[in-house]
Antibody
């Protein structure tokens, strides 16, 4: 059974940093691209970042480019999102999702909540 | 960035109704279009990928169609468990973008 479990969320002050992690199990991790998607309270979905299986291709939403860094550790079946210079508008539930073979997001974690506030 | 526009933003329907949601892309995305369902307090769930392919385990009352810039998600006979929010997503080019969502409510 595919499982994705996010961690690392919490309350952080504007301008500070936070590192999210996603532990993957139930599939061959280094066969798949991985992504982060976020959802602000009461709002829709926003794709944040994605990384191919070998980290050879990485993409970011314009809203986080230059502040967030995605990475993965295939030996540990884990995905990470380093978030720097956090802003109030980064407050959201952050989901880890697997990139399906057909260019989709076929499995999702339950999310970890990031709140940016002074 | 490619803009995705869904309509309507919300709708009220009864059990057994046929429901159609439309998604328009700001430029052609061929068939790089996915549909997700999200229930309150839950993670999104993939329903349809590549515009018209049904994800494994998803009931056959869900169907998708379209190509280029216009796409539809159809629920042929709405069931109680289908009351949720629905999102389209393009994966033709980065950054991937979602529609703003359509909330399907009970009439």
């Amino acid at each position: 059974e595919v499982q994705l479990v996010e961690s690392g969320g919490g309350l952080v002050q504007p301008g500070r940093s936070l590192r999210l992690s996603c532990a993957a199990s139930g599939f061959t991790f280094d066969d798949f691209a991985m992504h982060w998607v976020r959802q602000a309270p009461g709002k829709g979905l926003e794709w944040v970042s994605g990384i191919t299986w070998n980290s050879g291709n990485i993409g970011y939403a314009d809203s986080v480019k230059g502040r967030f860094t995605i990475s993965r550790d295939n030996a540990k079946n884990s995905l990470h999102l380093q978030m720097n210079s956090l802003r109030a508008e980064d407050t959201a539930l952050y989901y880890c999702a697997r990139g399906g073979i057909e260019s989709n997001l076929d499995y999702w974690g339950q999310g970890t909540l990031v709140t940016v506030s002074s | 960035d490619i803009q995705m526009t869904q309509s309507p933003s919300s709708l009220s329907a009864s059990v057994g109704d046929r429901v159609t949601i439309t998604c328009r892309a700001s430029l052609s995305i061929r068939t790089y279009l996915n549909w997700y369902q999200q229930k309150p307090g839950k993670a999104p769930k993939l329903l349809i990928y590549a515009a018209s392919s049904l994800q494994s385990g998803v009931p056959s009352r869900f169907s998708g169609s379209g190509s280029g810039t216009e796409f539809t998600l159809t629920i042929s006979s709405l069931q109680r468990e289908d009351f949720a929010a629905y999102y389209c997503q393009q994966t033709y080019s980065a950054p991937w973008t979602f529609g703003q969502g359509t909330r399907v409510e009970i009439k």
